[in-house]
């Protein structure tokens, strides 16, 4: 007689959808999971244990497979795609959640079956209540104990690609924070808070008060107390909504970077998907500056006009290739921000699918295309023009590597300004910058916020 199905809990199919969507198609969970959790309608309870499911799976794949590698005595290559995710779904459960080992063994083994994998149920039985038998510091040590190498350890040990390790390991060092390592990998580990951005003079000061505590440096943020974020931002029309703390930073160091005069022309050059491009706007709105916003992928462009709609006025948002304005536009703005596309690598705690998605070859190819962003923005500058180069990432590479260059094909074009006291004159609290120099470099484990890197030019 078949044993009865076994039913699988809302938050778990919830996850499992999402997981098998990055997986298989290349999904990215931060856009998909909300709109699954707004459809199933689940309980605050119920949404947070599917975004953790989710989340977590995701962020400690590479741990997980190795986990899974030595249990079942085979590469995760020869398992089945749907088999393998329900595999690091129950793992994450049994090793770093407090969930009943039965419920987090017997959904995960219902997820094996229900994808068609039937023959295989029982294998993922046994390997999840084999993981099950021994806790996640066990587990820690097996992963490790026969890499000699100290970067591959820690990358194991904190389920990042060991070329990232590198890569944050040398951006430390940059800095004389090299010992700082491991509380950088871990913190990419760690659930972000959400914080919330009020657009200048456009949130009463009694509304802004309601949404919670201030954030620790940035004047216009604060960091949410609780509850669905997207409810302020329809209540507000969009003059509140969700942006890192970082992002606000970067946008009002280039505010900040000298006196606003009046009748300025500000461009966005890579404004999707239109975060820092609404904080500009509702800046330039303030200071009597114009604004426009420019996103060359329609897609994006429409989530910029989205962003933007709560700024009273007409904004302009445009879509042309960033690395043409200055041939088509040259001398013709105040400000521009090159906000360039980049690995992502500062933003792993919120795209944690990002880690296992890039390579060291992306670097290149990016770092390119953001020398000739920066190349583009010089020559769009007014003389005495400011830009801002920024990056979510810390690679130097992308960092210090893409301006390095841009001053070598630029030496008497623009002079470098001091990025980290346009941060301070906006910050409410002392930012600790690390090392010596003129950028600035924020850090998730140091700052609270996501690495981003604000760099600051004056076109001569």
């Known amino acids: 007689m078949n044993a009865p199905a076994v039913r699988i809990q809302p938050a778990r199919q919830i996850a499992f959808d999402v997981i098998r969507a990055v997986s298989d198609s290349d999904a990215y969970a931060n856009l998909l999971l909300p709109?699954?959790?707004?459809?199933?309608?689940?309980?605050?309870a119920d949404a947070g244990l599917a975004t953790e499911l989710t989340y977590g799976t995701l962020r400690m794949r590479g741990f997980y497979d190795r986990v899974i590698e030595l249990t079942a005595g085979r590469p995760i290559s020869e398992l089945d795609a749907p088999v393998l995710d329900a595999l690091r779904l129950g793992t994450h459960q049994l090793l770093s959640m407090r969930v009943?080992?039965?419920?987090?063994?017997?959904e995960s083994v219902e997820l094996v079956r229900q994808s068609g994998s039937r023959s295989a149920a029982g294998f993922s039985n046994g390997v999840l209540r084999t993981i099950g038998r021994s806790s996640l510091q066990e587990w820690q040590d097996a992963v490790i104990a026969e890499e000699t190498d100290a970067d591959e350890k820690l990358a194991l040990r904190w389920s990042h690609p060991a070329w990232i390790v590198r890569a944050f390991r040398s951006a430390l060092s940059a800095e004389g924070r090299e010992s700082e390592l491991e509380e950088l990998l871990a913190a990419d580990n760690v659930a972000p808070r959400v914080n919330l951005v009020a657009l200048t003079g456009l949130v009463p000061s009694e509304t802004l008060a309601a949404l919670g505590e201030a954030d620790r440096f940035s004047p216009n943020g604060r960091v949410w107390a609780g509850g669905d974020p997207a409810r302020v931002t329809r209540e507000t029309g969009?003059?509140?909504r969700v942006q890192d703390e970082g992002s606000q930073l970067a946008a009002l160091a280039l505010v900040a970077a000298r006196p606003v005069a009046a009748g300025e022309h500000w461009l966005d050059l890579c404004a999707g998907p239109g975060g820092k491009a609404a904080l500009?706007?509702?800046?330039a709105r303030v200071a009597g500056a114009t604004f426009t916003a420019n996103e060359l992928v329609p897609a994006r462009a429409e989530l910029v006009r989205s962003a933007l709609a709560a700024v009273p006025g007409e904004v302009t948002v445009t879509e042309f290739d960033g690395t043409t304005v200055g041939e088509n536009q040259p001398e013709s703005f105040d400000r521009i921000m090159v906000d360039a596309p980049c690995t992502g690598?500062?933003?792993l705690r919120r795209r944690p699918e990002a880690?296992?998605?890039?390579?060291?070859?992306d670097v290149a190819e990016l770092s390119d295309l953001q020398g000739r962003l920066f190349d583009s923005a010089v020559d769009a500058l007014k003389p005495g023009g400011i830009l801002a180069y920024v990056t979510c990432s810390p690679h130097l590479g992308e960092t210090v590597g893409t301006i390095r260059g841009a001053r070598a094909r630029h030496p008497d074009a623009v002079e470098q300004l001091d990025a980290r006291s346009a941060v301070a004159a906006v910050a409410l609290d002392e930012v600790d910058f690390g090392g010596e120099?003129?950028?600035?470099q924020l850090w998730p484990h140091r700052h609270g916020t996501d690495a981003m890197f604000i760099s600051l030019f004056r076109k001569r």
């Open 35 to 44: 709109v699954r959790l707004e459809r199933a309608r689940l309980s605050p």
């Open 100 to 106: 009943a080992a039965h419920a987090a063994v017997n």
């Open 238 to 240: 969009g003059a509140v």
């Open 280 to 283: 500009l706007a509702a800046e």
């Open 345 to 347: 690598l500062g933003a």
């Open 355 to 361: 880690r296992w998605r890039k390579t060291p070859g």
């Open 437 to 440: 120099g003129l950028t600035a």
